[in-house]
């Protein structure tokens, strides 16, 4: 990941702690890193008094958790109901694994936290924060796109949606053996549009299957061009949880892949643990008969979701996706990579293949290794891109 240490005058950081002294040290280094718009809360009540929209300029909440009347938590609620698209640092005196289960409370409001650093704070951690709410790709939202249904169900007929491929590639050896391909919506006037501004759009107006139709398409059609070219690379589709419903999916893969000249082992198709839950009975139909045609089977986000011991023991996955927050954390994080080694042996006994995703540096790239992971994938190893541009990238690397 790219890092820019340069004095980014846009930033502009909010400050709630309850202890004057640790808020003038926090302040104090930020004007040190050349962050001069720093404004101060003394606690969470006045916290929720400051502006923190867009037009705000804040883009870092450095919040302290123990504090009187409205403490850091319920100040986190207040904060992702504003709507507050910015980065979050916590920081707190309590034990590690208390802090670690706030983090986890903190994502699950949609909030962007950047970590949990403990007092008493090290300049330098709080440095690295800043670095990457600097970076371009570091978490900072890009401005939002509105799109509405009818301009989805337009995109759809006029094949706007298209996927890009994200490389994966071997751990130790290091060439590319796969790719997951990633809707992204050309939007005649807005620009690429991300998937985060239309799958939930797609879910709820029952736009999915047609979603799933434009991305397994393209893929197929671009792995079977890949394998003409001499490229032995896999691809992987996601499955949203309303495709499982879809009771002909199984014999549409199997059709299309010969169609397109790719054997059924080099198809993938990813699940998260939720979706499986919300589908219980229709998901192990469904993924059964995938498996049984030896298309792979893989779970997304491991360890995210509810009821994963019992997932892993009904339906026949091949592959277990470790989730990017346990990657980064993993590092620094005893919890973190304790969990990271289970996943790893628990996969290892299970015939499972590992994939680490989200692995955005070099140091992140090693430790995965370390740690026995299969597969790597992230931006440490490229960005997603399009199918041509895919081809151009995987030659180019000697791996044609």
Excluded at 186 to 192: A, F, I, N, S, T
Aim: glycine residues 10%.
């Amino acid at each position: 990941m790219a890092e820019d240490d340069g004095p980014g005058p846009e930033l502009a950081v909010l400050v709630v702690d309850d202890d004057p002294a640790v808020a003038r040290f926090v302040v104090s280094a930020l004007w040190r890193m050349g962050v001069p718009d720093v404004r101060i809360a003394h606690d969470g009540n006045e916290a929720l008094r400051v502006d923190v929209g867009p037009s705000s300029g804040i883009g870092l909440v450095v919040t302290d958790l123990q504090m009187p009347e409205l403490d850091g938590i319920a100040f986190l609620r207040h904060l992702a109901s504003r709507g507050y698209r910015g980065a979050v640092l916590l920081m707190s005196g309590a034990d590690e694994r208390l802090l670690k289960a706030v983090e986890g409370l903190a994502r699950s409001l949609d909030l962007n936290v950047l970590g949990v650093l403990s007092k008493p704070l090290h300049p330098a951690d709080l440095a690295k924060a800043v670095r990457r709410v600097r970076a371009p790709e570091a978490g900072r939202p890009a401005a939002e796109v509105e799109v509405t249904e009818e301009e989805l169900r337009a995109a759809l007929a006029a094949g706007q949606i298209e996927p890009f491929f994200q490389p994966q590639a071997d751990a130790r050896t290091r060439r590319v053996i796969g790719a997951e391909a990633l809707a992204r919506w050309r939007h005649p006037e807005k620009g690429l549009v991300m998937p985060d501004a239309f799958i939930g759009l797609a879910e709820e107006n029952g736009l999915v299957d047609g979603l799933l139709d434009c991305v397994l398409g393209e893929a197929l059609s671009a792995s079977g061009e890949w394998r003409r070219a001499g490229l032995k690379v896999g691809v992987s589709v996601n499955l949203s949880f309303r495709n499982l419903h879809r009771l002909t999916l199984p014999e549409e893969l199997e059709r299309l892949a010969r169609l397109h000249g790719v054997p059924l082992a080099g198809l993938t198709v990813e699940v998260t643990e939720t979706s499986v839950a919300q589908q219980l009975a229709a998901s192990l139909e469904i993924l059964t008969r995938l498996r049984l045609r030896n298309i792979g089977l893989s779970i997304d986000d491991f360890g995210t979701g509810f009821a994963t011991m019992d997932h892993l023991k009904q339906f026949p996955f091949t592959e277990l996706k470790i989730d990017k927050g346990f990657i980064e954390a993993a590092a620094d994080d005893r919890t973190a990579r304790t969990i990271v080694e289970s996943s790893v042996f628990l996969a290892r006994r299970l015939g499972m293949t590992t994939v680490a995703e989200g692995v955005e540096t070099s140091d992140q790239w090693d430790l995965v290794t370390g740690l026995g992971i299969d597969v790597v994938q992230g931006w440490a190893l490229a960005r997603p891109m399009p199918r041509a541009e895919f081809q151009t990238w995987v030659v180019a690397r000697g791996h044609g």
